[in-house]
């Protein structure tokens, strides 16, 4: 939750403040918020729940590069002094944006009391599951559509449908399909390797 401070017309109770609403609660200067409630089977909302608690910390629109190492990050409310963008050097950007990535198999999720995954009564508050066939997984075409808009069957050229024959793993076969689409089938040559780069490119030297 984010940090706030309690009203003046809200008087702690033993340390806790308790809001004009039923779901919220107020902690040690840290707010609880669970007026969203989603059925367990509703999975239009629940996908959007997942959107919104999964999203990017800067919105994309918002970013701006304003040449080869500066990038412009448009504020959600101007500042006091009226400032709309803060801009900062790429690297700069990249490493703060990096402290916010969690570490490998960090478990970001943590539920407590009932809904502890040891609670004693978590049987009795959760929903049991419908008893229906799985569904098979979608098919990764579905799923390029689905999360990035991408019609991956659709022909760039006449705007038809494609349909899917099979894999190609031999490398004979992988090398007529590229000859006959015209593309490169032979690797491209290895770029030579470089040495270190010289000091003062990375340092700050007059």
Not at 12 to 32: E, I, S
Not at 83 to 99: C, D, G, I, Q, Y
Request: net charge positive; charged share 25%.
């Amino acid at each position: 939750g984010a940090q706030a401070h309690a009203p003046d017309d809200l008087e702690p109770q033993g340390g806790q403040v308790h809001l004009p609403t039923r779901r919220k609660a107020r902690l040690d200067g840290f707010d609880l918020d669970a007026e969203v409630c989603v059925n367990a089977h509703d999975r239009p909302r629940l996908e959007a729940l997942g959107r919104y608690v999964l999203r990017p910390p800067i919105a994309l629109d918002r970013l701006k590069l304003l040449g080869p190492d500066l990038v412009a990050i448009e504020l959600e409310r101007p500042w006091p002094g009226g400032a709309t963008h803060v801009s900062t050097s790429v690297r700069t950007f990249l490493t703060r944006l990096a402290a916010l990535v969690p570490g490998p198999r960090a478990n970001t999720t943590l539920y407590y009391g009932v809904l502890a995954s040891h609670a004693k009564h978590r049987r009795a508050v959760l929903p049991e599951p419908p008893d229906r066939p799985r569904a098979h997984d979608a098919t990764w075409a579905a799923l390029m559509r689905h999360s990035f808009g991408l019609d991956v069957l659709r022909c760039r050229i006449c705007r038809g449908r494609m349909r899917f024959t099979h894999v190609v793993f031999a490398p004979t076969g992988v090398r007529r399909l590229l000859v006959h689409l015209r593309c490169f089938s032979d690797p491209l040559p290895i770029a030579p390797s470089r040495g270190p780069p010289d000091a003062h490119d990375t340092l700050d030297f007059p």
